[in-house]
């Protein structure tokens, strides 16, 4: 089976950056998304890149703001995160699909990701 595993989180100040970054290994990841849940709050969907990396999508909130982006080889995917506000702080999930092998559709449909990694705490405050 796949595994997914985050890193870069942390606790930055309001307008900061932080970059935050997902492995897969273990098997084949086709389209990649980044989710985050704030305390108390239900898991919503920030980004999302096709398995060719040509495609992308943003919730309305980070656009112009959050960056995602994919390696060459697929087994990577970034989120690149400017301007950060307090209510971005949560904790940020990296999600992978293994069965829609399209190249170049992007997921937002939480239930339609088969693969997710243990997550990663973003916390912006001053």
């Known amino acids: 089976q796949v595994q997914l595993v985050e890193s870069g989180g942390g606790l930055v100040q309001p307008g900061g950056s932080l970059r935050l970054t997902c492995t897969a290994s273990?098997?084949?990841?086709?389209?990649m998304g980044w989710y985050r849940q704030a305390p108390g709050k239900e898991r919503k969907f920030v980004a999302g890149?096709?398995?060719?990396?040509?495609?992308?999508y943003y919730e309305d909130s980070v656009k112009d703001r959050f960056t995602i982006t994919r390696e060459n080889a697929n087994s990577t995917v970034y989120l690149q995160m400017n301007a950060l506000k307090p209510e971005d702080t949560g904790v940020y999930y990296c999600a992978g699909d293994e069965t829609r092998w399209r190249l170049n559709i992007v997921i937002v449909t939480e239930g339609e990701y088969e693969y997710w990694g243990q997550g990663t705490q973003v916390t912006v405050s001053s």
């Open positions: 273990g098997g084949t990841v086709y389209a």
């Open positions: 890149i096709s398995a060719s990396g040509t495609s992308t």
